[in-house]
């Protein structure tokens, strides 16, 4: 039985999350689940972020102020003294993924409790939000504490907030409606009502979708998927999967292939966060990226197939590695993964093995069930920030 999702009995509190984006959408798609899941359990957030255009679709209204308890603000703002003497202070500050907060921001804090009067005021909770890994500092690293030794702050304590796949980690965001939404999804003809909305008929084939990077075995993929004699519709996210694709099927096209037949290629539309899971719930596999799609694609519990974010440093391979571990891959699951992530093709390694989407989704649903007994991150940080203030 999954844990009961929580009731807060906890006072609402005002909540700064600082998100800046480097590129892609994880940065920008981790804050901003985080703010709506605050929210929604009755909390107030203002999101100060560099870049929010993502935010048009994966959370459309969002940037319009239609989304209860959540305002969108420019991270400029963050820096502007005379903007910054208006709004209340927050009780919590979250810094995602390392970004600092301004310097004025933090100043500010200060000054405004002075000028109210108050010398010694009490700190808001400042938590640093990092990435996910499943690599074994993770729970070494969780909860510690990084004292702060110059500037404004100085004598006040960030604490390091580690999400994770184990108990001794952050947890894994997982919304309190979660389940019952995917309850609902799986009541008759939703699945093809939901791709219907996306202009995709679906023929009872085999639905594959394909979220990733550049992966060098990806005419591979295409080439195991159109040998195979169960047919498949792939769809594919917008953006670098679906230039991956064009160049695939251009190059083959100039080969002289044949047409496709085993296999249909869809391009798909931007979707909100919401229409994206389920995407991952109508398919037999989903092939993502990242970290925020793959524990979208861990709770959707089908095959999945993880295209990590390469490292310039290579940092990415053992975290790959130890994701695989938690995982309890098996030997195909683990092959697919290598190869699926080699950065580059050469005669000698082994391409694509052949998949076994039936051992897979065993091993999904597994780890699924086991994250599911662990409270989710958002009720972890709350408790975290409690104890914290
Ligand atoms: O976009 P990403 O590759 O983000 C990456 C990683 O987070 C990486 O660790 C980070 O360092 C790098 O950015 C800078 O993959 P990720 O994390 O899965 O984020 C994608 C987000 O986009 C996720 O919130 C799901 C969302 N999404 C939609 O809402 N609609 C869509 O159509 C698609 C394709 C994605």
Not at 150 to 156: C, D, F, I, N, V
Not at 228 to 247: F, K, N, S, W, Y
């Amino acid at each position: 039985m999954p844990k009961p999702p929580p009731t807060d009995s906890k006072p609402p509190l005002l909540w700064d999350v600082f998100c800046r984006v480097i590129d892609n959408f994880g940065d920008i798609g981790v804050c901003w689940r985080l703010c709506a899941d605050l929210a929604a359990r009755g909390h107030t957030l203002r999101l100060w972020v560099d870049d929010a255009s993502a935010l048009h679709w994966m959370a459309p209204g969002a940037l319009e102020g239609n989304w209860p308890g959540v305002s969108v603000r420019a991270w400029e703002q963050s820096t502007d003294s005379a903007l910054l003497a208006t709004p209340p202070r927050a009780d919590v500050w979250v810094e995602a993924f390392g970004c600092e907060i301004a310097t004025e921001f933090v100043a500010n804090y200060d000054h405004s409790t002075r000028a109210e009067g108050k010398f010694d005021p009490k700190p808001p909770a400042w938590i640093n939000l990092e990435y996910l890994s499943a690599e074994g500092f993770v729970e070494r690293c969780h909860g510690l504490p990084s004292p702060i030794m110059r500037g404004p702050a100085m004598g006040w304590t960030k604490h390091f907030y580690y999400p994770g796949f184990t108990p001794r980690t952050g947890g894994l965001l997982r919304e309190p409606d979660l389940l019952q939404r995917q309850q609902d999804f799986a009541q008759p003809g939703q699945r093809a009502d939901s791709l219907a909305s996306l202009g995709i008929t679906w023929t009872g084939a085999r639905l594959v979708s394909l979220f990733c990077y550049e992966p060098p075995a990806l005419a591979d993929l295409l080439r195991q998927l159109e040998a195979d004699a169960e047919p498949t519709q792939l769809l594919v996210a917008d953006g670098r999967a679906q230039h991956a694709v064009r160049a695939v099927l251009a190059e083959r096209d100039a080969s002289g292939a044949p047409p496709l037949q085993q296999l249909q290629v869809h391009f798909l539309p931007r979707l909100s966060q919401r229409d994206f899971d389920h995407l991952l719930w109508s398919c037999d596999l989903n092939c993502v990226r990242g970290e925020d799609s793959l524990v979208r694609a861990l709770w959707a519990g089908k095959p999945l197939v993880w295209h990590i974010y390469p490292q310039d440093d290579a940092a990415h391979v053992a975290k790959l590695d130890a994701f695989l571990d938690w995982l309890g891959a098996d030997a195909t699951l683990r092959a697919f993964h290598l190869a699926w992530n080699r950065t580059e093709t050469s005669a000698q390694e082994p391409g694509l093995p052949l998949m076994d989407l039936k051992s897979w989704a065993q091993t999904v649903q597994r780890s699924r069930q086991s994250l599911l007994q662990m409270d989710d991150l958002t009720t972890q940080l709350l408790q975290f920030v409690l104890k914290k203030r």
